[in-house]
């Protein structure tokens, strides 16, 4: 898991999802510590912007569904950070994988995952509601020409302090994200 702001593509999960069903609803919720289904997730430290990628295995045009959400830390009535998050829904990325492979010894993305050429980005209510608020940008899905990698440009994190990617494998046998924050 990343732990700071990286000027680089950085692969979330040294193990690709394998998720049949999503964990999270699309909606808002507390919660308390994390448990291992809260375990794709990034901290955004000072960030402002983020590049996903997507990559998976399986054949090219196989699915898989991400629901991104932003949690923010809460304090306690003395103003110390807390265990608890309040989880805001983001949006939800469907992506089509394309024949594009990482090369043979690959270790971000081997040779047996693809790469989505196929991005759509569909930002949940909150999430247009901060990209209106701060003037920053509107979240845009790049998908290019066939087997080009596609990439969702999020210039709009609403100022959380963690992103979480909930996956479900529509399709494909496993998913993954790749990430790059930009700072401030």
């Known amino acids: ?61 196989e699915t898989l569904s991400i629901r991104v959400f932003g949690a ?3 304090r306690d ?4 950070l807390t ?14 994988l394309g024949t ?4 043979a010894a690959g270790v971000a993305v081997g040779a047996s995952e693809l790469i989505a050429d196929g991005l759509v ?7 247009t509601a901060c990209e209106t608020a701060y003037n920053e940008g509107t979240g845009t899905a790049y998908s290019g020409t066939s087997n080009d990698a ?15 990617f909930d996956f479900d494998m529509t399709g494909a046998a496993s998913g993954n994200v790749h990430v790059m924050l930009q700072p401030v």
């Open 1 to 61: 898991m990343l732990g700071f702001v990286d000027v680089h593509l950085s692969r979330l999960l040294a193990a690709a999802s394998t998720a049949t069903s999503f964990v999270l609803a699309a909606a808002s919720t507390v919660i308390k510590g994390y448990s291992a289904n809260y375990q794709t997730r990034i901290p955004v430290g000072r960030a402002k912007t983020a590049h996903i990628v997507v990559s998976g295995t399986d054949a090219a045009d």
């Open 77 to 80: 009535a003395a103003g110390s």
């Open 150 to 164: 596609g990439m969702l440009i999020l210039p709009c994190l609403c100022r959380c302090d963690e992103l979480i």
């Open 83 to 96: 265990d608890e998050r309040l989880i805001q829904y983001l949006g939800l990325i469907e992506a089509t």
């Open 100 to 103: 594009l492979a990482g090369p």
């Open 72 to 74: 923010y830390r809460l």
């Open 121 to 127: 980005w569909t930002p949940s209510a909150f999430m």
